[in-house]
């Protein structure tokens, strides 16, 4: 049957995106397994992001304090996962997200355990209607079945459409995020108890977004927020 499935519903490499043997468990291709570029030591203690020298922090988070208390990312985000991601998000590749829960919960099931959150909350989308489904939202209901922590998909929600950070400056990036997003009345009501939770998105880039949705679950009262992302850039 998982077989037939494969000719039906064929599997594919989530770093090239060609079709994978039928029956074949990996989720990857032999000549890509290189190319999805692990996060390794030394990376920043705060945002996660490689660092290419010594030091405990990347530039970026030793000139700015942060609503979160620390994050952590399991790819590097190269040319080749960025077109994964990429498939993943705007071309329905959306089987990609059990490889990314995975290597997540490979990577940093202690790490979680450890912080041992009342919630996962994903980064929400306002463009979801048109693309059919939030991506953050797909990889965090997968890690909550891995680790057996809830997700709160109405919590945090996004209120305006934003440009992509990364082209604009320090000033334009917080201006494009200004009053994005909100937390959900009704639902922070049901969930009064939520005192600590990990924030699941698919890129950190510029870390707007994430201190963002940092910053309005902190007025939301929820004491200690950490987050976790599929891809990472490098840090400096």
């Known amino acids: 049957m998982k077989l037939l499935a494969g000719v039906i519903y064929p599997e594919r490499c989530v770093v090239c995106g060609r079709v994978l043997p039928a029956g074949e468990d990996n989720s990857i291709c032999q000549g890509c397994t290189s190319k999805a570029e692990l996060v390794k030591s030394p990376f920043c203690m705060k945002c996660g992001k490689p660092l290419l020298g010594d030091g405990e922090f990347c530039m970026d988070c030793m000139k700015k304090e942060t ?6 990312a399991v790819f ?21 997200a059990k490889f990314y829960a995975n290597k997540m919960f490979e990577a940093y099931g202690r790490w979680i355990e450890s912080i041992s959150p009342d919630a996962l909350i994903p980064v929400h989308i306002k463009r979801m209607m048109d693309r059919g489904y939030n991506q953050a939202g797909i990889i965090a209901d997968i890690l909550g079945e891995l680790t057996g922590i809830q997700v709160i998909h109405n919590l945090l929600v996004r209120r305006k459409d934003t440009v992509p950070q990364k082209e604009l400056t320090d000033r334009e990036r917080k201006d494009n995020l200004y009053k994005a997003f909100e937390t959900v009345k009704q639902t922070r009501e049901l969930y009064q108890n939520v005192k600590c939770v990990i924030i699941i998105d698919d890129i950190y880039t510029t870390g707007s977004t994430i201190e963002e949705c940092s910053y309005v679950l902190k ?15 490098k840090g400096y």
């Open 67 to 72: 609503s979160f208390i620390c994050g952590r």
């Open 76 to 96: 590097v985000y190269n040319k080749y996962m960025k077109k994964s991601i990429e498939g993943f998000k705007y071309y329905g590749r959306t089987g990609y």
């Open 219 to 233: 007025c939301a009262h929820i004491e200690s927020i950490y987050f976790l992302c599929t891809c990472i850039g």
